[in-house]
């Protein structure tokens, strides 16, 4: 499985992106993809994840209301569109896929795992600035 993230540029604060991640293929037998970002000496911080059918979504507390994750599984494409950002949001992003208890996991404990999530794809670089 190979994931391409993108989308990732400079935009000035209370301003939008959207954030794409196309895989080769989503395993038959995954269900959950995520994203994650990491700024410069920062941990890793899940931001968002959905199910195999769109139908659940999670979202990290510092993006939710701004944050809108997507899926396209015509396409297998997942998106993030990330409006009023801060330059509290300036990291980079991935997007990875894991099994359900990714999801469920995050749902119950607040806070997704990086470690259940098996494949990743490389960054993409999103800079919030004046």
């Known amino acids: 499985v190979q994931l391409q993230a993108s989308g990732g540029g400079l935009v000035q604060p209370a301003g939008f992106l959207r954030l794409s991640c196309e895989a080769s293929?989503?395993?038959?037998?995954?269900?959950?993809v995520g994203w994650f970002r990491q700024a410069p000496g920062k941990e890793r911080e899940g931001v968002s994840s959905i199910t195999n059918s769109g139908g659940r979504t999670y979202y990290a507390n510092s993006v939710k209301g701004r944050f809108a994750i997507s899926r396209d599984n015509a396409k297998d494409a997942v998106y993030l569109q990330m409006n009023s950002l801060r330059p509290e949001d300036t990291a980079d992003y991935y997007c990875?896929?894991?099994?359900?208890?990714?999801?469920?996991?995050?749902?119950?404990?607040?806070?997704?795992?990086?470690?259940?999530?098996?494949?990743w794809g490389q960054g993409t670089l999103v800079t919030v600035s004046s």
């Open positions: 990875a896929v894991g099994g359900l208890i990714a999801f469920t996991q995050a749902q119950a404990m607040g806070v997704m795992d990086p470690d259940l999530f098996d494949y």
């Open positions: 293929r989503f395993p038959k037998d995954y269900h959950t």
